[in-house]
C-alpha cells in the first residue's frame, strides 16, 4: 500500500534550518506529482511547495527563497530544505502524493522554531 513516512522535524531557533525527508512507498514514485503541505494549530493546511512528474516547481510566496524542495525518482525521496525560519513556519508539515488512485498524505512532523 502507499506510504509516505516524514523526518526531520524538530525544535530550532529563529534563523536557523531544517531539512525534511519523505520515503515513499507502494506506487510509482516517479509518475507522481509530490509536496509538501503544513498545518498551523487553527490554521487550514496550506501548500509549501510541490513538484510535477516533469520537475516543475511551485513554492508558497511565504517560503520562496527560503525553502528549497528536492526529489531522488531512483530513491523516491522527496525533501525539503528551510533556511531562515521564523516562528510562522511553526506548524505540522506533511508529505503528499498525488497519484492515479487519489491523495495520500504522511503522519506529519512537527517543526517548531523558537523566538
Known amino acids: 500500500q502507499v506510504q509516505l513516512v516524514e523526518s526531520g522535524g524538530g525544535l530550532v531557533q529563529a534563523g536557523g534550518s531544517l531539512r525534511l525527508s519523505c520515503v515513499a512507498s507502494?506506487?510509482?514514485?516517479?509518475?507522481?506529482?509530490m509536496g509538501w503541505y503544513r498545518q498551523a494549530p487553527g490554521q487550514l493546511r496550506e501548500l509549501v511547495a510541490r513538484?510535477?512528474?516533469?520537475?516543475?516547481?511551485a513554492y508558497a510566496d511565504s517560503v520562496r527563497g527560503r525553502f528549497t524542495i528536492s526529489r531522488d525518482n531512483a530513491k523516491k525521496t522527496l525533501d525539503l530544505q528551510m533556511n531562515s525560519l521564523n516562528a510562522d513556519d511553526t506548524a505540522v508539515y506533511y508529505c503528499?502524493?498525488?497519484?492515479?488512485?487519489?491523495?495520500?498524505w504522511g503522519q506529519g512532523t512537527q517543526v517548531t522554531v523558537a523566538l
Open positions: 503528499h502524493a498525488l497519484i492515479a488512485t487519489g491523495n495520500y
Open positions: 513538484t510535477s512528474t516533469g520537475g516543475a516547481i
Open positions: 507502494g506506487f510509482s514514485f516517479s509518475f507522481a506529482a
